[in-house]
C-alpha cells in the first residue's frame, strides 16, 4: 500500500489512527499513579534510538539550525506528553480523545494572534461551537485534573504546531525529529531522577509499544500525504476518534452518553466542514510523481506530511489554519 492513489491513502490513515489510538491504549493501562517523568524519559529516548537509522539524513553542517525554537518546542513537547499521561490514564478513552481535538481550534485562535490571520466565517463558528462542544463534554461535575490535563495537551499540540513555521524551512522532518527528541532528553532525565520512583520494566515495556506504534503512525502518515493533495484524504484521520469509542466501548466498558456525542461532534463536524471548504477551493489534482517529486521538500503535499509525522495530533491542524503546521 503505497498511498499513491486517495483509497490508499484513506486506508493507510485509517489503519495508521488505529495505531496511534493503540498507543493511547498502552500508556491507559498504565497506573494512575505511574511515574510520568519516568515514562517520557523513556519514550522520548526509545525513540530517539529508532530515529538513529535515519541519521544519515540529518543536514550535519546545519545540525543546531534554529536551536532556539527547537528547544521551546522541545520543552512543550515534555509538558505536553506529561499532561497527555495523566489524560489518559484518569479519563475515559474517548474522552481523552475528543479533548486532543481542541488543539486545531487552538491553532485557530493563537495564529489569529499572532500572526494576525483572518478568521473566516466558517473558522470563527469552528471555535466558537468547539469551546461549547468542550463544556458539553466535560460539564462542571467532570471539570478536573485530568480534563484540565487534556486541555493542556491539546494547547502544546497547538502551541508547537503555530511555532514550526520558525523552524528553518531546509530541514527535512527527520533532521526535526531527531533535534526534538534529543533536546528533550535532558529535562526529561532530570525530571525522573527528581521523581525519585524505582526504574519499572513495564514502563519500558509500554515506552517502547507505544514508541514503536507512533513511529508506524509516522509513516502511514507520510505515505498517505506524499503523494495525494491533503485535502482529499484528511478527513479521514478522524477514524481515530471512532476507533477511540469502538476500543473504550469494547474494551474498557466506557459507554458513551449523549453529553458525549454531542458535544464531540459540535467539536469535529465544523472541522470536517473546514477541510471540505478547502477541498473545494483546491480541485484535487491527478498523480504525477514527477511533479511532486520535482517540486521539492517546499512544495504543500510534502509539508503537509511532514507537519503531521512529527507528532500523533488531531489531523485538521492544517486544514483549521489553510497552513502547515506541527509539533
Request: aromatic share 8%.
Amino acid at each position: 500500500m503505497s498511498g499513491k492513489t486517495v483509497n490508499s491513502a484513506i486506508m493507510l490513515l485509517v489503519i495508521g489512527n488505529a495505531m496511534a489510538l493503540f498507543s493511547d491504549v498502552l500508556i491507559k493501562l498504565l497506573d494512575p499513579e505511574t511515574p510520568i517523568f519516568q515514562f517520557a524519559f523513556l519514550r522520548c529516548a526509545i525513540t530517539l534510538g529508532l530515529l538513529l537509522p535515519l541519521a544519515g539524513k540529518l543536514d550535519r553542517q546545519n545540525l543546531f539550525s534554529g536551536l532556539k525554537v527547537h528547544a521551546i518546542r522541545a520543552h512543550v513537547h515534555l509538558a505536553g506528553i506529561a499532561c497527555m499521561v495523566i489524560a489518559l490514564t484518569n479519563l475515559p478513552l474517548a474522552t481523552a480523545n475528543a479533548l486532543f481535538y481542541g488543539a486545531p481550534i487552538l491553532v485557530m485562535v493563537l495564529s489569529a494572534l499572532f500572526f494576525r490571520e483572518k478568521l473566516t466565517p466558517l473558522s470563527v463558528t469552528a471555535v466558537i461551537s468547539g469551546f461549547l462542544g468542550i463544556i458539553v463534554i466535560l460539564r462542571p461535575v467532570e471539570f478536573n485534573w485530568a480534563a484540565i490535563a487534556a486541555l493542556g495537551s491539546a494547547l502544546t499540540l497547538a502551541v508547537n504546531a503555530v511555532m514550526v513555521r520558525k523552524l528553518p524551512k531546509q530541514q527535512s522532518t527527520v533532521h526535526k525529529l531527531f533535534l526534538n527528541y534529543l533536546l528533550i532528553l535532558p529535562a526529561a532525565a532530570a525530571l525522573a531522577i527528581w521523581e525519585g520512583a524505582e526504574w519499572d520494566p513495564t514502563i519500558l515495556l509500554i515506552a517502547a509499544g507505544s514508541a514503536l506504534l507512533i513511529l508506524a503512525y509516522n509513516i502511514t502518515v507520510l505515505l498517505a500525504y506524499r503523494q495525494v493533495d491533503a485535502n482529499q484524504v484528511t478527513s479521514a484521520e478522524y477514524t481515530g476518534l471512532i476507533w477511540a469509542v469502538a476500543v473504550g466501548w469494547i474494551w474498557f466498558g466506557e459507554v458513551p452518553d449523549i453529553w458525549f456525542l454531542a458535544g464531540t461532534t459540535m467539536i469535529v463536524v465544523p472541522l470536517i466542514l473546514i477541510g471540505l471548504q478547502h477541498r473545494r477551493r483546491s480541485p484535487a489534482r491527478g498523480f504525477n510523481p514527477a511533479t511532486r517529486e520535482d517540486a521539492g521538500p517546499g512544495n504543500e503535499s510534502h509539508s503537509q506530511a511532514a507537519s503531521k509525522a512529527e507528532t500523533r495530533t488531531s489531523p485538521a491542524i492544517t486544514d483549521a489554519c489553510g497552513h502547515s503546521s506541527s509539533q
